[in-house]
């Protein structure tokens, strides 16, 4: 057979046309596409109807209504993706530009174990200098009579919380004639009491507690605090040291002082008492000492070498995890570490940490999509702006996001705290936005549906935690991270920005606080808040002008739990009395015949030798009036931001 008569004769195209024209329309059960003839074979099955074949898919979701069944195919149309996903592939801009590090390495340094003996001695350098830096810091003057500075954390005072000083104070004596030389580290303005603490009438709550200042509102001269207040935020108040560097001075017991002035001074409100505190602090002048808080020192040495090494590398391994140490130990030694007395016990806390939070950064690289996103990254700059830039600002939470008014995602801090709902509100529209275009993207990727599974499993154990009796869910700044890491794995530029910050946030919470808990009791989320207690019912009181006395007594406890009363005068314990003993069914009080001031009185039940909650403070006034408490509880006790934190001075200084 020629091969000629293999091949289609050629039709011209008017005889084409003209067929076409003289066809018949096509019948409904004509076949769409096709040859003219189909083969069959008896082994065979027999074709389906066109009717039937989209039913078989879903014949086990026909107790769905059929409305539902067609959105929800639909919905799964669009969540599969496009037919031809795309992977998300950043090109730089300027290439030439961003390119210009590597093609620099690579003409000095072709051979790849030139680079990697390069990249050894690079990190060497990098933990020398930060080393020698860190040693720098710890060095201050000695200062004369007093001896080296003695490190303390921003949120010591004299006065303990709870009702540690006992009756009358007895147990932080003395109230005088003692003092030590103290250091403070930097950025003590912003540590803050997280539950309401108790001063005079007023309550004191996410604000420093700083009670009292210089008398004269024109100089800084002879400043006077309750000794209550923390140290290193009425040091910062006073002048004697600065917010942004910290520093050293000496403070001294003046004893029992009056009429505590309120002041804005350095950025610090402190806050006015117009009655008498037993113990008060001030702070000698003169005082020359030479100390340093090197934390912006070491950051500004950890974001040089954690931005040359971004621009020299293109090695997703090298680049993460390296970048993940160097900023864990600048977070943990410097930027934001927790509560330590010496370097070397600092240095025990962090390393602790640090193994465990390996593992995690290994997950996150391997597992949670950062290699994907970082792999092939060849725009230098914008790795280096996006990823660690938003690794850096989310690392420094302390200070890039301290201006959100929530300092914990509990009921109970947003109802008291101004600002943190419409701040919450914010947020979450911003979250939104960002999961809708994560979505859209993960879509374009054909990735979708995989990580919807993986979210719903999220949010399941979510929803077991949060059923789990007598357990409260926290999510704490490592959890979010590893709940939303998964959800940045793409490389898109929005991705590198969010996984960044997402990073520095996991790095912050293990540095600063720790593995702790996602499932809390409701004691461990209250610390010394208020525990709803009931309160004692307080009958009129019998004043004696003559003697200027005022006698109290109250009606009987509620329960059997309850075994005596706690009478605080002037925010300090003065009575503690158990039931069925001689004389607990009332308490006297004699002012001092020469007092021209208000007097503060709280009441509240014991049970063994625990307080509950106080009442709110009655006055009796300078004119010997009573004042009774309005209805509901007030706090004495104070948290501080760390709960593991000694509050009180160091009784070896005293």
């Not at 990249?119 to 201050?140: P, S």
């Not at 003169?286 to 934390?295: F, H, L, P, T």
């Not at 701040?423 to 809708?436: D, P």
């Not at 935690?465 to 794995?489: E, F, Q």
């Amino acid at each position: 057979m020629s091969t000629n008569q293999l091949q289609t004769r050629s039709v011209s195209p008017d005889i084409e046309q003209q067929r076409q024209r003289s066809s018949p329309p096509a019948h409904p059960d004509d076949p769409l596409v096709g040859p003219e003839h189909l083969d069959f074979n008896e082994d065979d099955d027999p074709p389906t109807p066109r009717f039937m074949q989209d039913q078989g898919a879903w014949k086990k979701w026909k107790w769905v209504p059929y409305p539902i069944r067609k959105y929800g195919k639909a919905a799964y149309r669009w969540m599969k993706g496009p037919q031809n996903p795309k992977t998300w592939k950043i090109e730089p801009i300027l290439p030439v530009v961003q390119h210009a590090p590597l093609r620099l390495l690579d003409k000095f340094l072709p051979n790849r174990t030139h680079q990697i003996l390069l990249y050894m001695g690079y990190v060497a350098i990098w933990v020398l200098t930060f080393a020698i830096v860190l040693w720098r810091g710890q060095v201050a003057s000695e200062i004369a009579n007093y001896g080296m500075p003695t490190d303390i954390g921003c949120g010591v005072a004299y006065w303990t919380r709870n009702n540690g000083c006992g009756i009358d104070g007895v147990n932080c004596r003395p109230f005088n004639g003692s003092g030590f030389a103290f250091r403070c580290p930097s950025n003590c303005a912003s540590y803050r009491v997280l539950n309401p603490r108790a001063v005079g009438d007023q309550e004191v709550v996410y604000a420093p507690l700083i009670v009292g200042g210089p008398p004269d509102p024109a100089n800084e001269a002879n400043p006077v605090y309750r000794g209550d207040s923390f140290i290193c935020g009425a040091a910062i108040h006073s002048g004697v040291i600065s917010n942004s560097q910290g520093g050293c001075g000496v403070v001294s017991l003046i004893g029992q002082q009056q009429n505590f002035v309120s002041t804005n001074r350095h950025g610090i409100s402190s806050v006015g008492f117009d009655s008498y505190f037993p113990l008060s602090i001030t702070f000698e002048e003169g005082i020359e000492c030479q100390a340093k808080d090197v934390r912006w020192s070491l950051l500004a040495v950890s974001v040089v070498f954690t931005s040359i090494l971004s621009l020299f590398t293109t090695s997703p391994s090298v680049f993460f995890f390296t970048i993940f140490i160097g900023i864990f130990w600048q977070v943990g030694m410097a930027s934001d570490p927790p509560a330590y007395s010496s370097i070397p016990g600092l240095f025990s806390d962090i390393l602790g940490k640090f193994l465990p939070a390996m593992f995690c950064a290994w997950v996150f690289y391997d597992k949670m999509g950062v290699r994907r996103a970082l792999r092939g990254l060849t725009a230098q700059v914008e790795k280096t702006v996006l990823w660690l830039g938003g690794c850096w600002v989310g690392a420094l939470t302390n200070y890039t996001f301290d201006f959100i008014p929530i300092q914990r995602l509990t009921g109970h801090d947003l109802d008291q705290q101004p600002g943190a709902k419409a701040a919450l509100a914010i947020i979450i529209i911003v979250l939104f936005v960002v999961v809708v275009g994560q979505v859209w993207c993960f879509r374009q990727e054909g990735r979708l549906i995989r990580y919807l599974k993986l979210y719903a499993l999220f949010l399941l154990g979510i929803i077991i935690c949060l059923v789990l009796p007598n357990l409260n869910l926290r999510i704490h700044h490592y959890v979010l991270a590893l709940l939303l890491v998964p959800g940045t794995s793409m490389q898109t530029r929005p991705s590198l920005l969010y996984q960044g910050i997402l990073i520095g946030f996991f790095i912050n919470g293990i540095a600063r606080w720790g593995f702790d808990s996602i499932l809390q009791t409701s004691g461990d989320l209250q610390g010394d808040a208020q525990v709803g207690s009931p309160l004692p019912v307080i009958l009129t009181p019998v004043i004696n002008a003559t003697l200027s006395t005022i006698t109290f007594m109250w009606n009987p406890p509620p329960g059997l739990r309850y075994d005596g009363i706690s009478v605080l005068v002037n925010d300090v314990e003065r009575y503690r009395g158990f039931f069925g003993d001689e004389g607990s069914d009332h308490f006297t009080w004699t002012r001092d015949n020469g007092s021209s001031y208000n007097e503060y009185f709280r009441f509240g039940f014991m049970s063994g030798t625990d307080s509950g909650d106080y009442t709110k403070a009655g006055i009796w006034r300078e004119d010997l009036e009573w004042e009774a408490p309005q209805p509901g509880p007030s706090r004495i006790k104070g948290r501080s931001l760390d709960p593991h934190e000694a509050e009180q001075v160091p009784r070896s200084v005293w």
